[in-house]
């Protein structure tokens, strides 16, 4: 099993962490997930522990499994590689044919020694297949 912190305070204003064998994010999506009193749980992969805000004595915990903690982890780490990927696709949507081009020719280092290897005709052929992949609109 998985070795798990929840912490109720991320660095975001009103964020959550949840911290998953080492990897964490932040979030608002984790409010209201544990007992506000809760500061801390730490799940060492077969045990664990709950820290509290006031002066209730830490509690052993032998079972963390009613938190969902993995689940939910997996679900908000999909939707913001989901957003990542979204936000991708709207920027190379909206770049010219132009942009695209740039983006994708080689440095002019590397064709200058295309060149040279290949000759002018290699090189064509390069820049060719870039500007054929991405044609005037």
Do not use: C
């Not at 506000?36 to 509290?52: L, P, R, V």
Request: hydrophobic share 35%.
């Amino acid at each position: 099993m998985a070795k798990i912190t929840y912490v109720h305070e991320g660095e975001g204003e009103n964020t959550k962490r949840i911290v998953v064998d080492g990897e964490w994010i932040d979030s608002t999506n984790f409010a209201n997930i544990v007992n506000d009193n809760i500061h801390a749980i730490q799940w060492d992969g077969t045990s664990g522990e709950i820290e509290y805000k006031d002066d209730t004595p830490n509690a052993i915990i032998s079972d963390i499994s009613s938190y969902n903690f993995e689940t939910i982890f997996a679900t908000e780490k999909q939707a913001i590689e989901d957003a990542i990927a979204q936000a991708e696709a709207d920027r190379i949507s909206n770049m010219t044919y132009v942009d695209k081009r740039k983006a994708e020719y080689p440095p002019i280092e590397e064709q200058l020694d295309d060149i040279y290897h290949n000759g002018i005709d290699g090189w064509k052929s390069t820049i060719t297949a870039i500007k054929n992949k991405y044609p005037k609109t």
